[in-house]
């Protein structure tokens, strides 16, 4: 008996346990269900047919009191109508006879109401005629001689009908009662019976497949401590047991390398090997002159075969070139780069399906620490990215349906300061003005959400192309000069001429540096000064602001752009939003951002582009 057939058949049984349970549980709903239906159909119609037919035999008694009261033409009309609904009432109740002495008051009930007929017709026949006095004393004796005991009589022997039926409902409805708590006694005993039959046949069947396995487990850990000469001693038939027997050959061919060198050799090739296989993420090992050396099968989807890109520089396989500069800067730097953010997340298609990757590169050394490679892992962040789209959407929708009632503020604050309601007092203004001001904040604080949403989203894609960087930091100077030496500070630069081409996005870049460049002239004491430098560093620019303001706290370095963090005792006004904006913009461009900070000296703030790979005469036409 295999495996699967031993779980089959222990899932079988509980199966067949809640079958029987379900059977017997719907079965005895539907006994209970068909007793209730007995009482409404055996009882119910005729307790009904009584009550009609007492409230008729009221009304016609009701009746003959108007023909002695001289409303002749209202008791025939009432006398008619309910004779009629009487006469109904009791063929209802005459075909529903259920009960024992039920059919002896249906034919008491028939009696009295024939005589109870003669006697009302023999009552309204003189009533009809007319007469004197006497005539309607004589009447009048008429009613409560024969008449009202008649009547009398026969509301007896309805109101007897009456009880006889619903003396027999409560009957049924205690049996009723009594046979439901019966059965649910006896469901709950065989519910129990059935979970602990059901228990005991868990517990069996799993120590029949668990006891191999476990025996399998522990031979597994003898021989992952060291211990080659046990075996899993697994007589069964099933998968376990050829699992165990090819496990114990696998353990001799183990026995059998492990005598010999070679064999320490190759099982650490190959434990190596398959480590790197068996990555759920893609990953690339490159030599220290960044040519490729091993792709797992991750990264087979994506470059191809390891066959064919094995010895080939990092840059003809990599798809993106943000992974040839990874690989790149930290063979040079000898650090590991990294790219944290959402935003930065490498576009590849793996099996014709977009996916979003993080992309991580680690140099690689000996025990001597000399650098052997690198080693790039490509994180698959697709769900990471999608998430984030969630959040950027409602950010970006928030952020777009407050604008135009804010809009709307605004304009109604400078409708009323310029006076269109009339005069304003100077505290009225004030308090207007104060309203503005705080407008303009939350409007600020809009747009850079709308511009934050965006980045992370990737609907702000940076236009990638050999920018001069030279010109674009000049540029950026003559721009921010102002700005900077109206906060009584001091801007300088220092900007070599010949800087090469770098791939980046012009407006993006001149935005990253128009946030640094105010972040530090904000943080910084009148006096003080601000430095601008660039320079070339291998395969990218880095391009550094640095000021001599307050510096930031040591605890607040590590988080300093995450979004919505502000420095205690800062001044600024803003909302915590400018550096996570510009580390995701720097990150897109396929450069990273660092910050080196001291409190009481001061900020830099420093980050890199990768160089664009072109000819010179390209770069010379650019110039």
């Known amino acids: 008996m295999n495996l699967r057939t031993k779980l089959l058949l222990s899932y079988l049984v509980f199966v067949a346990a809640l079958v029987a349970l379900g059977v017997w549980s719907v079965w005895r709903l539907w006994d209970m269900g068909r007793v209730s239906k007995l009482i409404l159909s055996n009882n119910y119609d005729s307790v009904v047919a009584a009550q009609d037919m007492k409230e008729s035999a009221e009304r016609l008694d009701s009746a003959a009191l108007f023909i002695l009261l001289g409303e002749r033409e209202r008791a025939t009309q009432q006398m008619l109508e309910h004779r009629r609904l009487f006469d109904a009432a009791f063929d209802k109740?005459?075909?529903?006879?259920?009960?024992?002495?039920?059919?002896?008051?249906?034919?008491?009930?028939?009696?009295?109401?024939?005589?109870?007929?003669?006697?009302?017709?023999?009552?309204?026949?003189?009533?009809?005629?007319?007469?004197?006095?006497n005539e309607s004393?004589?009447?009048?004796?008429?009613?409560?001689?024969?008449?009202?005991?008649?009547?009398?009589?026969?509301?007896?022997?309805?109101?007897?009908?009456?009880?006889?039926?619903?003396?027999?409902?409560?009957?049924?409805?205690?049996?009723?009662?009594?046979?439901?708590?019966?059965?649910?006694?006896?469901t709950s005993i065989i519910n129990l019976s059935l979970v602990v039959v059901s228990l005991i046949l868990a517990f069996f069947f799993a120590e029949?497949?668990?006891?191999?396995?476990?025996?399998?487990?522990?031979?597994?850990?003898?021989?992952?401590?060291?211990?080659?000469?046990?075996?899993?001693?697994?007589n069964s038939r099933?998968?376990?047991?050829?699992?165990?027997?090819?496990?114990?050959?696998?353990?001799?061919?183990?026995?059998?390398?492990?005598?010999?060198?070679?064999?320490?050799?190759?099982?650490?090739?190959?434990?190596?090997?398959?480590?790197?296989?068996?990555?759920?993420?893609?990953?690339?090992?490159?030599?220290?002159?960044?040519?490729?050396?091993?792709?797992?099968?991750?990264?087979?989807?994506?470059?191809?075969?390891?066959?064919?890109?094995?010895?080939k520089p990092i840059s003809e396989v990599a798809r993106d070139n943000r992974?040839?500069?990874?690989?790149?800067?930290?063979?040079?730097?000898?650090?590991?780069?990294?790219?944290?953010?959402?935003?930065?997340?490498?576009?590849?298609?793996?099996?014709?399906?977009?996916?979003?990757f993080r992309l991580r590169a680690t140099p690689m050394r000996d025990e001597e620490q000399q650098l052997l490679g690198a080693v790039v892992l490509l994180e698959d962040i697709t769900h990471l990215r999608d998430v984030d789209l969630l959040k950027s959407d409602f950010i970006a929708l928030a952020s777009h349906e407050l604008r135009a009632p804010l809009i709307n503020i605004e304009m109604g604050i400078h409708v009323l300061i310029e006076g269109a309601?009339?005069?304003?007092?100077?505290?009225?203004?004030?308090?207007?003005?104060?309203?503005?001001?705080?407008?303009?904040?939350?409007?600020?604080?809009?747009?850079?959400?709308?511009?934050?949403?965006?980045?992370?989203?990737?609907?702000?894609?940076?236009?990638?192309?050999?920018?001069?960087?030279?010109?674009?930091?000049?540029?950026?100077?003559?721009?921010?000069?102002?700005?900077?030496?109206?906060?009584?500070?001091?801007?300088?630069?220092?900007?070599?001429?010949?800087?090469?081409?770098?791939?980046?996005?012009?407006?993006?870049?001149?935005?990253?540096?128009?946030?640094?460049?105010?972040?530090?002239?904000?943080?910084?004491?009148?006096g003080g000064e601000i430095l601008l430098t660039a320079a070339h560093r291998e395969a990218y620019v880095s391009i550094s602001v640095t000021d001599t303001g307050?510096?930031?706290?040591?605890?607040?370095?590590?988080?300093?752009?995450?979004?919505?963090?502000?420095?205690?005792?800062?001044?600024?006004?803003?909302?915590?939003l400018g550096l996570a904006i510009s580390k995701r913009l720097v990150e897109a461009l396929g450069g990273q951002i660092t910050v080196q900070s001291e409190v009481g000296r001061g900020t830099s703030f420093t980050f890199t582009l990768p160089l664009a790979h072109q000819p010179a005469a390209a770069a010379d036409q650019m110039k």
């Open 93 to 133: 109740a005459a075909n529903n006879i259920t009960e024992q002495g039920e059919a002896a008051l249906i034919e008491n009930i028939r009696h009295d109401r024939q005589s109870y007929y003669k006697l009302l017709e023999a009552f309204f026949e003189p009533a009809a005629k007319g007469g004197t006095i």
């Open 137 to 186: 004393q004589r009447i009048g004796g008429q009613y409560f001689e024969q008449l009202e005991p008649t009547f009398h009589r026969l509301r007896r022997q309805c109101d007897q009908l009456l009880r006889l039926n619903q003396s027999a409902m409560l009957a049924k409805s205690d049996a009723a009662v009594e046979s439901a708590r019966r059965w649910f006694i006896i």
């Open 208 to 234: 029949r497949i668990v006891r191999p396995v476990r025996e399998l487990t522990t031979v597994t850990s003898r021989i992952a401590g060291g211990n080659l000469n046990v075996k899993a001693e697994i």
């Open 238 to 311: 099933d998968e376990i047991g050829l699992l165990a027997a090819e496990f114990n050959r696998m353990a001799e061919r183990i026995r059998i390398l492990r005598r010999s060198d070679l064999g320490k050799i190759v099982v650490a090739q190959q434990t190596t090997e398959a480590a790197i296989d068996s990555l759920y993420d893609p990953l690339l090992v490159t030599d220290a002159e960044g040519k490729v050396t091993k792709l797992n099968r991750a990264a087979e989807e994506i470059f191809g075969l390891e066959a064919g890109n094995t010895g």
């Open 323 to 356: 992974i040839d500069a990874a690989v790149v800067e930290a063979l040079s730097s000898q650090h590991a780069v990294a790219s944290e953010s959402v935003a930065a997340a490498l576009p590849l298609k793996v099996a014709g399906t977009e996916r979003a």
């Open 421 to 526: 309601a009339g005069e304003l007092t100077d505290r009225q203004l004030d308090v207007l003005y104060n309203c503005r001001r705080d407008c303009e904040k939350l409007e600020n604080l809009m747009r850079d959400l709308l511009d934050l949403s965006k980045i992370e989203a990737g609907n702000s894609a940076p236009h990638l192309v050999p920018t001069n960087i030279s010109a674009l930091l000049a540029s950026a100077v003559e721009s921010l000069k102002p700005y900077v030496q109206s906060k009584g500070l001091t801007f300088k630069s220092e900007i070599p001429f010949d800087l090469p081409f770098a791939l980046a996005d012009w407006g993006q870049v001149e935005r990253v540096l128009n946030n640094l460049v105010r972040n530090a002239a904000r943080h910084t004491p009148r």
């Open 550 to 576: 307050r510096g930031i706290p040591p605890e607040y370095l590590s988080r300093i752009f995450d979004r919505f963090v502000r420095v205690p005792g800062s001044q600024s006004d803003g909302a915590g």
